[in-house]
Each structure stands twice: as C-alpha cells, then as structure tokens.
C-alpha cells in the first residue's frame, strides 16, 4: 500500500532555476518545522479534533449515500445539487474528472448514471433555464448547506420549491435530498418536520474540507462513480502523510515550498495547470481550499499579517495561448504548479497522407496524447530555462483513486501551511461583512443599521463614473 | 449615439479607500500621458497599422460569414470550432454572452441556431467523445489558425479529418470551413488545392485582438446571434475612445486606473468578476489579452523589465464563497474589477409560505435577482469599507451590442495600456521556447539540437521527487 501520486520538485530549486528558486538548505532548515506541523495535527485530531482528517476511513458515510440513492433514484435521470463553494466546486470537480467528458450530453445508453448539474450560482436565467430542460419527475434536487442558512443555497431551493410543488403538489418530498448539519440548523428542522431524505454533514468538517463527506460521496454515488475508491485513495494520502519522513512526503513538501517561495521569494501567485481536461475543475477546487483557508489579516495571536498567496487556475496546452507568456517574461511573483496524468487517456491519433502538404508532416500518424504529453514538457522546459519556479504532479491516471489522493494531499497541504503561516485555515471571518451587508440589502430584520450604513456609502461611491 | 457601458471608479481612489487608493492627482497627472497614448494609437491606425481598430467598421466580414454559413448549413446542427487561444476564446465568450444557458442542450425547438463546440485543447479524450456525439453529416468545422501553422489546431485538424473522411468520403470537403491568412500558409493552401470554403484573417489583425474579425463572426452568425449588432457595440466604443476626454474616456481610465495600480501601487493581480453567468466566458477572453500583451520581459528600447499584471478570471456570486475572503483579508496586491447587468434576466422568484420556518422570511416572495444583486453591493461595500480596490463596469443588459462595447473597450484599453508600459503589446516572443521544444518532442525536422538538449534537462529534472 503506498501512493501513486508523485512530486518532482527539481524546478523549485535554485540549483535548476537559478536565484527565485528555493535554496536546498532553507528546505532542509523547514524540515523540522513541517514534522512538527504534521503531529501537531496528527495529535489534534487523535483528540478528535479537525474531524475531516477522518473521513477517508468513514465508509459508513458511502453506506449512507448510497442507501438514500437508492431509495430514490429509480426512474431518476437528474441529480441537481443545489449549493454554492464548498458545497458545489467538489461534486463539480469529481464529475469532470471521474466521468467521460460531455457526461451530461451523451446518449442514454452511454451513461451508466445519472447527469449532473451544479447550481453554483444564483443566476436566476440559468436556474430557470435548468428547470426548463429537466423534467421534475425524473429529477432529485441534492440541498447542501452545512449551516442551513446559507442564503445563496436557501434562494436556489425556495425558487426550485415552488416549481416543484406546483408540478407534483405533495409528491415534492421525494425529490428533495437535504445534506446538512446532523441536528441543527433551518434544513435539518424542515427535514425532521416533514420526513424529507438527508445526509449529515460531520460537526468538524467546514464547506473547503467537506468532499469526502456526504457532500461530494453524494454525487459521486448517483454519476455512477465508485465512492469507495475515492476514500480509499485518500486513505493511502493519510497514511503516507502519517509516515513518510518530511523529505519525502508530499503533502508536507507542497506546503513547505510553496510557503517559503511565497514568503521568501515573493512568488505568491501559485498557479495550477492541469494537463488534463478531466482536472480542470480540480483547479477551481484548489482555489478556494487555498485562498478561503490561507488568505488571512491576522494570525493566531492577533498579530496583522494580511497574508495568502493567490491560487490561480489555469490548464495545459490552452493557457500556453493565453497565460504562458506572463509566466515566462512577466514578474517572478508566481509558481508553477502543473499535473500530468501518465496513462494516455485516448488513442486518438492524426490520420496520414489526408492532405497534400508537408507542412504536417511531423504530426501525421502520431497520437494526439503525444502531442499533449510533448507540449506539457515544451512548457516544464521553457518555464526551466527561463528560471521560474515550477514543480510537476503526476497521476497515474484520472481515476476514483488518484482523485482522492490528489485532494486529499491538498486538504493536508492546506492544514499544514496554515501551520507554516501561524494562522487558522479552518475559518473566514472576511466573508462577514459582505454577507451582513446582502442581508441587510434584502431587508432581513435586524440589519436596519447596516442598510443605512451601505445607503451612505452608495451615495459615496457615485462620485467617479465615467462616461 | 454614445457607449451605454459605464465605469464607475470610485473605489480605486485614495479619498474612498484610504492608503491603497490612487490619488486623484496621480491620475490627473496621467491623463496628458493617456491623451497622447490614443493620438498615437489613432495616427498608427491611420497610416493602415493596428488593423484591428478597424474591425467595428468592417460589416463586409459580416456578409462574407453569413455567405459561407449560408452556403452549407443546410441540415446542419453543430459547429465545432478548431482553434487555440486567440481561435477560441472569443467564440466561446461570444455564444456564452449571447446565447440562453445550457445552449447545446436546449430542445430543437427552443434553439434558433447550431449548436457550438469549441475545442480549445488537444485532450485526446475530449475530441474523441465529442466525434462520438455529433454526427458528421450534421457538423461543419471551423479551423481557425491564422499562421495556417499552430501545432496544436493542426493536430485537431488531421484527427477529425481521419474520421470524417471514413465516414463521408470525398464529401469531407463540405464539412470544413478554414479562417486563415487570406494569402499565406499551409490551411491556405489547402483551401485553394482543394477549392474549399474559407474565410480570411487579416492581416494585422493578431489572434487575440481577432474576435470582431470572421474569427468572432462565423460562430456567432451560425449560433444565431446579431453580428451587426456585435460590431454597432464596438463602433460606439470605438467613436467614444476616439473623441471623450480623457477624464470621461472608459478605455483610457481603465488602462491608467490599473496602471497606476500596479507601478505604483504593487496591485499587480486584476480580478475580473462578473455577475453574470452569460459573463463568466468573457473574463477567460479578458484573461488572455491582458496577460499575454502586458507580460514582457523588455520594453520598446530593450530595457529589462519583466513587467505585466496577472489577470485572474472570478464569478459573482460563487468566488464570494471561494475567493473573497482573500480579497478582503488577504495582501493588497489586488483590484477586482465587478461587472455588473441593470437588468434582469429572469423574474424567477422564490416561493412564500411553501415551508414552516421563519430562517428565510426574509427571501420569500423576492426575485432572485434581487438577491443577486444584493450580493454584488454586498461585496463592493466590502472590499471598500477593507481598502480594497475595486471598480464597477455596468452594462445595460447582455446582449451584441454590450458585448461589441465590452470587448472593444478591453482591446482598446489593452493597446492604451502597451503605451503606458511602453512594451509591445501585439507580440508574444516568450511562447516560442515551448513551441520549439514540443516541436523538437514530436520528432519534427530541423529541431534536433533542441532535442539533446532538452532530453539533458529531463535528466538533470528527475533529481528531486517524492514520495
């Protein structure tokens, strides 16, 4: 039992990349430091702290999702998930990467589970649209609020609600899946009062942490996708990161580099660049656990940081048409973070002899996977040689597996640097003020004061409009 | 006749939010500076360079997309587009702007036009599933490589080329239309040996200042979106730029707004953030044109400067719960550019009284986008009472028009800025490092050295890996 998932930080170091890479001493000099981050989590949740940190052994949570599935899914062509962040970009992200591309478009007899679609936003014209094209009879609506009171998410499921009440009257509550807080909150009571179906989300497990919880096992189930070697993947994360010394273990290596090439090198502008169509939405998952967990004004003992470095996503070969340039000429603020799935994933390939010109020669018979695999080393080199930092993940393949090793790295990679920065990565005290002001726009009672308030600063900020 | 766009840029300025802002001095002091950037940029355009500046005014491109689709789209239900970069990103922002959510997915008789499929990569998996899905009797592809050379549209080319021909025959030659340099190149070429339809690329016109050429104009013709329309927007954006003051010129303050940003205030990430989802494609095109003109290693005289902002693609309201916590709390090394839409594109509505709890009285009865837009002055309230800078671009609703206004602004808004840099902002020498090394992977002719040497790296790459 061992991971598949490797590092090549050889792009890191000054030694290949000249002065903006990290030296090997001050590396080995943080070594100690990752250890002690790592126990001081490890004893944490031995305490029964950081909860998330167990949920690659909860199997009982794929028995769950799986027993609600199943109770409801037949005739089902549709699961919706209605949520928003942590409650939406990791179903969105298994489903890319663990389903065929263009899942929800293909014909019936070439999807072995249900289509999905992830409301992840409150544009009301997408909503409506959706609820246009799936037909509420063949379609369950997956709530995700941990809380239950997120606004965004109580929105999208009061505006769904009516349009399924008014089709189905009564027959709603069998197409409602609620995942939330296991006794509290507005969603857990409504499911109580009415007998609804539900999934807990664990005390201990905030929104970015949650994937391997209900909230993403899930969707996983209903898509077809096997659960049960997502956590398993995560599980052979948890137990190298347990016990792989520091210098080899990725987890604390992803923390411990980045951290110090944003600390000491001002390259706080990590970019992550799958290879990969199946992990683009991976990288809009990195994002937020990264930013939300990381980005932060003070550290534990009140002291102002205004820290974070900023996660960008971006995906090979498309980017080398639009961003590569500034990675290779622009300033020496950003890492390079690519991943590289090993296994071809099609052997699609370039027909010969189709046309009359020697311009293609080079391509013609070739497997389109080569050019893909040539280009992401094309880029690795250029970055290289231009001295910037970057550093190379690699999958095996796209699979349940090395989906959950890949984000459960990061959900360690995350917890640790929040260590290195001295900072809590489990909170987001700067989502507040925008949230009350929403509120308060909205005439929710008790917010009276802020409305004037923001009335003001409207009034404020009409001084410069151009034209 | 005017621009209907409007920039409101009161929260980038020192009096609204403290320290970070820009001061109302340093940007009045710019505006000579901005004058001259246009005049310049005008005087170029008159002498016959910078060709794209006269697309808006170039309906004739119009007519020769609309002849070409005219001409074959009879029975025709999907466009796919092969391109890369400059070749894709437009049309995809285009047909996401200008098109109802879930387009391809849309009932035939809900949807007015084909259905498009842009194939921005050479992921063999995605090209291969989507051979799968549209039937080659009802396709047309667009091959769109200016150069008549790009290794990766090529590599799509010949691959749907190998099937089609299997399945058609000598009728192949219906099913491709080729925008390419009217005069050069290896897809010219071929246009000409085999009598095939085509459009062409201008010259001067580079791919990422491309969109209003037929790049831009066959996909949205084929979709069933206004052209004229698109290309009205941009010529009311192009007389506004050409005769407002600089005070009351939105491409010129954007430009200086985030100049001064980044040179004097070290806010060198710009965070595009529509709420909107029809606007969600337009940040990825913004994305590309801002880094990959800006980011230069030398300017003009060949002075190292290793300069350029990083533009980041967010959404409203989704990166509130992903991204704003960073934003708000995180370095002030950012400003977030909110785009806004006046109207509403739904009345979708949330139910009243449909459950018995009183946690969301406060959303009963309300539209949707009520809340949407609460949630966007939420966040403006938030960034400024934090000091983060941030500006607002309001258009009136989605539609050609806006979209013609929007893009222009940016292209115009882009060249401005290359002035202000004093870089070139209509080159990309730094990607040549990586098409060379993907040439030399491939086995092409004539890149042998390159080869060695980048086999030697690989070498020297392998030194550091984990676990």
Known sequence: MSIRMKLNY??????????HGVQLEELNALMGQL??????????????????????????????AEEVWNG?????ENLVVLGIGGSALGNTALQTALRPPFWNMLPDGKRTGARLFVMDNVDPERLETLLGIVDAEKTVFNVITKSGSTAETAAQFLCVLGKVKEKLGEDWKKRFIFTTDPAKGAMRKLVQDCGLMSLPVPAGVGGRFSVLSPVGLLSTVATGADARALL?????????????????????????????????????????????????????????????????AVDRNGKKLNSGPTPVKALGTTDQHSQVQLYIEGPFDKVVIMVEVEEESSGLAMGSQLIDSTAFTYLEGRRLAELFKAELIGTKVALTNAGRPNMTLTLPRV???????FMFAWELATAVAGELYCIDAFDQPGVEGGKVAAYALMGREGFEDARERIAQLEKKLEGFVAP
Chains 1, 2 share one sequence.
């Open 399 to 405: 699979d349940e597996e090395a989906a959950g090793e």
């Open 72 to 76: 409801c899914r037949e005739g089902v």
């Open 232 to 296: 398993k993947g995560a599980r052979e994360m948890y137990m190298h990161f347990r016990s792989s010394t520091a210098e080899r273990n990725v987890p604390l290596l992803l923390s411990g580099l980045l951290y110090l090439a944003d600390t000491t090198r001002g390259q706080k502008i990590h970019v992550m660049m799958p290879y990969s169509d199946r992990l683009r939405d991976m990288a809009d998952w990195f994002r937020q656990i990264w930013a939300e967990s990381l980005g932060k």
């Open 10 to 19: 050889s792009g890191m170091l000054e030694e290949m990349i000249g002065e």
């Open 35 to 64: 250890d002690r981050a790592r126990n001081e989590l490890m004893e944490r949740h031995g305490k029964g702290d950081l909860e998330w940190m167990g949920l690659p052994n909860t199997e009982e949570y794929v028995e769950q």
